[in-house]
């Protein structure tokens, strides 16, 4: 019988300890946390966002960190297969906005309770409280691993300990250090999937804000890089929210170039420039005999607008029949290009993903073998590879999980 050891109990290695059983292996799960599965308890908010309905091609889309890397992997197990697999583990499964699968119960602890009974029922040993320190090879091939000084002989490896984000989850950029003694090359560690802070004075009177249906613009050297179109949220240190997720990955690799890093905020993107200044001139009308900040409630919310206007430099105090048309259209230019300068992100610590890791060209995209040591595998966010929010790094995660457990085990 074939000895694997998995390193990490995410997803990606719960998946991997799971088809490594199924062909018949004998599996030992080492975790150093208390409990596997911390991080998948998370994900969602709590729900577990298993993975995202969309086809394989669009789910390449979504990981700009590698997605094509994972063509061979999602072929074997696509997110039809992974609703397929959860289904068979009594999780039922339900679609919701943008394609996001969650289960039923929106519970990411019953996700975990069933993974943990098909280990069990397979004989897969969890070993919880178990840092690997070492990962052991001669002549370039697995011979085993070192936890708690003591030495596990094995045929086979598979390094699923997650990046270097939530390191309360256990993802504290072990795997990295491990993979790197035995020769693996690790590329630029970035926190992806960041919150974003900014220079600007006025985002400690927006804290809290949230803002929805908006467009942003993320600039490098006032060119615009990328454009993301939903919600975002206004924090004490800058800003957060699905869209400003989405942009952080590029902005933390620009900002690592000493880019000048900017958001232009778009308030109001359904409009063309014409027809707000038609709505700008109806409101002006219903208001006209007022202050101008008080004139602008159905446009913008209150904490906003004094920001605006401060921008457009307009005085507040201004009745609106006394406005030009040349300070009309500066109003209308900040509702349409608010921009916010960004300075950094949030530490990586508090990223929901790693960009950054073990270099794909190292790892056999077929099976997640290692092309440096024999028999190691590699899968997760310990590699190179990330995606956007809305289940696609889960399925990155299952779908590598998956290839390394059979290959592994044969």
């Known amino acids: 019988m074939k000895k694997v050891i998995v390193i990490g109990g995410g997803a990606s290695g719960i998946m991997a300890a799971i088809r490594a059983a199924e062909n018949g292996a004998q599996v030992i799960l080492f975790e150093k946390m208390p409990q596997i599965g911390r991080k998948l308890r998370i994900t969602g908010k709590g729900r577990c966002n298993l993975t995202n309905r969309a086809d394989i091609e669009e ?21 039809e297969d992974t609703v397929n697999f959860f289904e068979s583990l ?5 679609i919701e906005r943008g394609g996001r699968i969650f289960p039923v119960s929106d519970d990411a602890g019953e996700v975990i309770e069933a993974l943990t009974k098909k280990m069990a029922i397979l004989g897969v040993e969890v070993r919880n409280n178990s840092p690997v320190t070492e990962i052991l090879a001669k002549n370039k091939k697995i011979v085993g691993v070192l936890v708690n000084g003591k030495i596990f002989e094995c045929d086979a490896v598979i390094l699923a300990t997650g990046g270097a984000s939530y390191p309360a989850t256990g993802s504290s950029g072990d795997g990295f250090r491990l993979a790197k003694r035995l020769g693996h090359t690790i590329t630029e560690i970035l926190p992806a999937l960041v919150p974003l802070e900014v220079e600007d004075d006025f985002i400690k009177q927006l804290q809290g804000l949230s803002l929805k249906n908006i467009s942003v613009k993320l600039l490098s050297d006032e060119k615009k890089v990328a454009e993301q179109f939903g919600e975002m949220l206004f924090t004490h240190f800058g800003v957060s929210g699905p869209i400003i997720l989405t942009l952080s990955r590029q902005a933390a690799r ?19 420039p014409e027809q707000l200044d038609a709505r700008i001139l109806r409101d002006f009308e219903k208001f006209k005999r007022k202050a101008i900040k008080n004139a602008l409630n159905d446009l913008l919310p209150a904490k906003l607008i004094p920001i605006v206007l401060d921008r457009a430099f307009l005085d507040e105090n201004k009745k609106v029949d006394e406005i030009t048309l040349a300070e009309r259209r500066r109003l209308a230019e900040i509702l349409q290009g608010l ?7 949030r530490p990586i610590e508090e990223a929901i993903v790693t960009s950054g890791g073990i270099s794909v060209k190292e790892i056999d995209p077929r099976s997640m073998e290692s092309k440096i040591v024999k028999n190691l595998y590699i899968v997760g966010e310990v590699a190179d590879v990330d995606g956007f929010t809305g289940g696609f790094n889960l399925q990155a995660a299952w779908a590598m999980g998956n290839s390394a457990g059979k290959f592994a085990s044969k």
Request: net charge positive.
């Open 59 to 79: 789910i390449i889309k979504n990981i700009p960190g590698n997605g094509k890397f994972l063509y061979s992997a999602l072929n074997n197990f696509s997110s």
């Open 90 to 94: 009594g999780v039922a499964t339900k």
């Open 339 to 345: 921009t916010l300068t960004v300075t950094k992100t």
């Open 254 to 272: 620009l900002l690592a170039e000493k880019k000048l890093v900017e958001l232009e905020i778009n308030l109001k993107p359904a409009l063309k």
